[in-house]
């Protein structure tokens, strides 16, 4: 499996971006795909996931309400949709994928998101 995140950009505090995960090779057998990000300095942290069987989403506490993750029905893309942004959400985000509801097993290349105050 193979991923790639785009959509990244600059953006001013309380603006919006949406970003891409499009996945290829034998994604029927995933069972999820998460975004994770991490900022510089920091340590990675998990951003929002969705699974299809059962069908779920997963968001961390922290930004429920402004982050919203989707999903197309052949589990090709996600998305995730960033509203409100704030500058402490300046990271690069990775998107992930798994084949059990554990450990990421694949990772793509991230997309940088900077946030203006």
């Known amino acids: 499996v193979q991923l790639q995140a785009s959509g990244g950009g600059l953006v001013q505090a309380g603006g919006s971006l949406r970003l891409s995960c499009a996945a290829s090779?034998?994604?029927?057998?995933?069972?999820?795909i998460a975004w994770f990000r991490q900022a510089l300095g920091k340590e990675r942290e998990f951003v929002a996931g969705?699974?299809?069987?059962?069908?779920?989403?997963y968001y961390a506490d922290s930004l429920k309400g402004r982050f919203t993750v989707s999903g197309d029905n052949g589990k090709n893309t996600v998305y995730l949709q960033m509203n409100s942004l704030k500058p402490e959400d300046e990271a690069v985000y990775y998107c992930?994928?798994?084949?059990?509801?554990?450990?990421?097993?694949?990772w793509g290349k991230g997309t940088q998101v900077t946030v203006s105050s």
């Open positions: 969705i699974s299809w069987s059962p069908s779920n989403t």
């Open positions: 090779g034998r994604t029927d057998s995933l069972y999820a």
């Open positions: 992930a994928a798994t084949n059990t509801n554990g450990r990421m097993d694949y």
